[in-house]
């Protein structure tokens, strides 16, 4: 497996250097990479807001009587560094407008004066000492000092600290939540503000406010970016409704790595895969672990606010945008699976589960929903991708090759050489006293029987509803002793106009109580032999040098007058009949545990041996494994009334609900 193990060591690599991390899905934290540094971050942040808590409860106490904690738009806008006294970019501002503009202009000037008559007498040449008296005059005059005078104070007024850009887009957000909060008081002060919030003149100017904010708050962060096309994307993440979106890392770049269906960002269509997030509310996002990042949107309701540089990926066309429904042959738990990219968005299924395919993409990981749970899965779920395309294979020297397959095939190609090579071996250990060329001629035959280039992992399907006239013919498949044989009979006993048989074929003679068309078709050995080839046989076989057969013409006689055929099936009957036009419905009849069995066949009259019931149970256990995908219900036959009852259910239900058939059968 020298190909399979170097495909699985580079997806390996490839899963763990582009996990995904599902930005508002919990997951499971253990399974998840985790950032070699975000523990310390968080730590040296945590610290900082305590001591800042620290300082400004220190500041306000005593000043108001409301609490700011009452409200988690005011804890968050007062724990905004460019709010309050102790904002040090304000005192930066302050100070160096103190520096520059003195409270004195004319001690300032005095100043300039002493320090021009001390550059005069350091003068040697005529016309700077002539300059530099010119100057002294003009410093002198009164105009010039009054003017100056002005000037000063003009520029003091105008180099404020007032701030060029809005500090909050929710002022009327606040305003109301600051209302909620004086309700209860009774302070002057509280009634007074109240009063001033209520009035509409206003109301509207934060509402004007909020609307200019929304617009100009992103100017800030764009300027950061001169050079690079960025765009501005707003989405609405309700608690209800997850935003639906996928991230991953590239160096110090978070990147929206999938935009999955029926969150957000998805019905926005504002995200597209591969878009660099660079802020998220102002927060800047470059240099964050996907953790981070999941941990910060976690906490974020509301209106979100995006800046992203858009991808420069060319998409490719979408492989298929209507649903196609598939049934899966195969088991799949997301937890054990390492290559999953997303393991809190992979979708569990079980052999024989519909699972409705939204999304194909990613031919690799498809989006999907399991039948029955859309109203319960906000999210689509990943599953692996399947490529239709056929290929080619070979088995040389105990290595299995293949060319073009998708890698769950390839997966399930694995698990079924694994199986039957363990079958060979027990095989080998089982028949251990058969001689060397017996051995030889066994092996020759299974590898000769299985055929890897037809790992079947999904299959389409589509809903079919029977029509009152045509019903669809039941086959009922087991192993010997079951109880499928006996369900039949008593179905044909209870009510024969309902139900019917197909009169098989057989090259033997007639008896005297036996009549053409009723009993069997009596054929010539060519012509049975002529139909076999042709393929008109469900199943045939060899009894007493005569041949006996159950023909696809025999199935439709009985469908077209009007009843259901009942047929007790070989599971090498199986593919032939879904592959007629018949549309089968297969219920498998599995026997219970050895010793229920035991008691069954004892109230039946018969003693099988120990070994003969544990075989019956291992061939049970063989046909589900190798054809339970053409099992369309099940029915653990432990008590034969109940079993009974169940099977009538069953056969009833297609008259009133549509099932779930290949695609093919349609067509």
């Not at 808590?53 to 409200?71: F, L, Q, T």
């Not at 887009?169 to 209860?184: P, R, Y």
């Not at 060319?403 to 399930?412: A, C, V, W």
Request: aromatic letters at 6%; hydrophobic letters at 30%.
């Amino acid at each position: 497996m020298s190909h399979m193990n170097g495909y699985v060591q580079e997806a390996s690599g490839q899963a763990k250097s582009h996990r995904e991390r599902a930005v508002d899905c919990p997951g499971d934290e253990s399974s998840l990479v985790k950032s070699p540094h975000s523990s310390a971050h968080m730590e040296r942040i945590q610290h900082y807001q305590e001591e800042l808590k620290k300082r400004r409860e220190e500041d306000s106490r005593g000043k108001h009587d409301i609490d700011p904690n009452a409200s988690l738009r005011l804890k968050k806008l007062s724990q905004n560094p460019k709010v309050g006294i102790d904002n040090p970019t304000f005192e930066g501002k302050e100070k160096a407008t103190k520096d520059t503009f003195p409270q004195d202009p004319v001690a300032e000037l005095a100043e300039l004066l002493q320090a021009l008559k001390w550059a005069h007498h350091c003068l040697t040449d005529a016309q700077s000492q002539q300059d530099v008296e010119l100057i002294m005059q003009l410093l002198t005059k009164e105009d010039f000092k009054n003017a100056y005078t002005i000037y000063i104070a003009v520029s003091q007024q105008m180099t404020k600290v007032i701030p060029t850009s809005p500090l909050t887009a929710q002022a009327g957000d606040l305003c109301q939540e600051v209302q909620k909060i004086l309700q209860s008081s009774q302070h002057k002060e509280g009634l007074e503000l109240n009063a001033l919030l209520t009035n509409p003149h206003l109301q509207a100017l934060m509402q004007a406010h909020d609307s200019v904010a929304g617009q100009e708050m992103p100017e800030e962060s764009l300027t950061q970016y001169i050079g690079e096309t960025v765009k501005l994307v707003r989405l609405e993440k309700a608690r209800d409704t997850p935003l639906g979106a996928t991230v991953r890392n590239d160096m110090d770049s978070v990147l929206v790595s999938r935009v999955v269906k029926g969150g957000a960002a998805e019905k926005s269509g504002l995200l597209s895969e591969g878009d660099e997030i660079l802020e998220i509310n102002g927060i800047s996002i470059r240099g964050k672990h996907v953790n981070e990042v999941h941990d910060l949107l976690q906490q974020m309701q509301g209106t979100l606010t995006f800046l992203l540089i858009p991808s420069s990926q060319i998409k490719p066309a979408p492989h298929r945008q209507t649903v196609m429904h598939v049934r899966a042959y195969f088991d799949y738990d997301p937890s054990d699976d390492p290559f999953v990219p997303c393991r809190e968005l992979g979708l569990s299924f079980q052999k024989g589960d519909i699972l409705h395919v939204i999304s194909q993409d990613d031919p690799n990981w498809w989006q999907a929903y399991r039948d029955g749970d859309e109203d319960n899965q906000p999210l689509a779920g990943l599953i692996p991708g399947q490529i239709t395309a056929r290929t080619n294979c070979y088995q040389y020297k105990k290595t299995i090759y293949w060319y073009g397959k998708s890698f769950q095939q390839q997966r399930e190609t694995l698990k079924k050489t694994i199986t039957d090579r363990s079958q060979e071996h027990q095989g080998r250990l089982w028949y251990a006293k058969k001689n060397k060329r017996q051995k030889k001629k066994s092996t020759t035959t299974l590898s000769r029987n299985i055929d890897y280039d037809d790992i079947l992992t999904y299959e389409e399907m589509s809903l079919y509803h029977q029509p009152a006239n045509r019903k669809r013919p039941i086959g009922l498949i087991g192993p010997t002793n079951s109880g499928h044989d006996e369900l039949r009979r008593r179905l044909l006993s209870i009510e024969p106009e309902k139900f019917a048989v197909a009169v098989p074929h057989t090259t033997r003679n007639s008896r005297i109580h036996e009549r053409n068309g009723r009993e069997y078709h009596f054929v010539s050995r060519p012509g049975f032999e002529t139909d076999l080839a042709a393929g008109k046989f469900i199943e045939s076989g060899e009894y007493e040098k005569n041949l006996y057969g159950t023909s696809t013409d025999s199935v439709r006689h009985a469908i077209n007058s009007g009843r259901i055929c009942l047929l007790c099936l070989h599971t090498r009957s199986l593919q032939v009949l879904r592959s007629s036009n018949l549309k089968p419905y297969v219920i498998f009849i599995a026997p219970p545990s050895q010793e229920r069995l035991r008691s069954l066949l004892a109230s039946d009259g018969k003693t099988p041996k120990p070994e003969e019931l544990k075989e019956v149970i291992e061939k049970a256990r063989e046909m589900e494994q190798n054809f339970g995908h053409f099992f369309d219900a099940t029915i653990v036959n432990m008590d034969p009334d109940q079993a009974f009852h169940e099977l009538r259910r069953l056969i009833d239900k297609l008259d009133t609900e549509p099932q779930w058939v290949p695609t093919s059968w349609l067509c």
